[in-house]
C-alpha cells in the first residue's frame, strides 16, 4: 500500500512559479513511476507529466512542455513538480499518483495510488 501526500500549491500571478511535493510511503519506492494530473472545475481530469521508477524517463503533457519539470528524489521518497511561468488555465487541482510499473504512463486508469491533491490558483 503506497500513501500520497501532496503540498505546495497555492495562489500566484501569471508568469509566476511554484514547486509541489508529493511525499510517498511505502515499499519500495523506486519500483513505482509516479505521475501528476490536474483537474479544473467541470473539466476532467488530465495528464500533466510522468516520471519513470528510475528517473531517468520523463514525459509531458504538450500543454506545459517547456514549462513544468518533474523530479524524484528516492531517497526520500519525494516527487517534485516545477511549475514556471504559470498562466490562468493551469488553475487546478493537482495530483499525485503512484503506479505499480517501472515505466509511467499518461493514463490516470494506470495509476493505483492518488493523493487528496492540492489547489494551485494562478490569477492574471
Not at 17 to 40: E, I, K, V
Not at 77 to 96: F, G, I, R
Request: proline residues 3%; contains cysteine; charged residues 15%.
Amino acid at each position: 500500500q503506497v500513501q500520497l501526500v501532496e503540498s505546495g500549491g497555492g495562489l500566484v500571478q501569471a508568469g509566476g512559479s511554484l514547486r509541489l511535493s508529493c511525499a510517498a510511503s511505502g515499499p519500495t519506492f523506486s519500483n513505482y513511476a509516479m505521475g501528476w494530473f490536474r483537474q479544473a472545475p467541470g473539466k476532467e481530469r488530465e495528464f500533466v507529466a510522468t516520471i519513470s521508477g528510475s528517473g531517468g524517463g520523463t514525459s509531458y503533457a504538450d500543454t506545459v512542455k517547456g514549462r513544468f519539470t518533474i523530479s524524484r528524489d528516492s531517497a526520500k521518497n519525494m516527487v517534485y513538480l516545477q511549475m514556471n511561468n504559470l498562466k490562468p488555465e493551469d488553475t487546478a487541482v493537482y495530483y499525485c499518483a503512484a503506479r505499480p510499473r517501472i515505466l509511467g504512463s499518461s493514463a490516470a486508469v494506470m495509476y493505483d495510488y492518488w493523493g487528496q491533491g492540492t489547489q494551485v490558483t494562478v490569477s492574471s
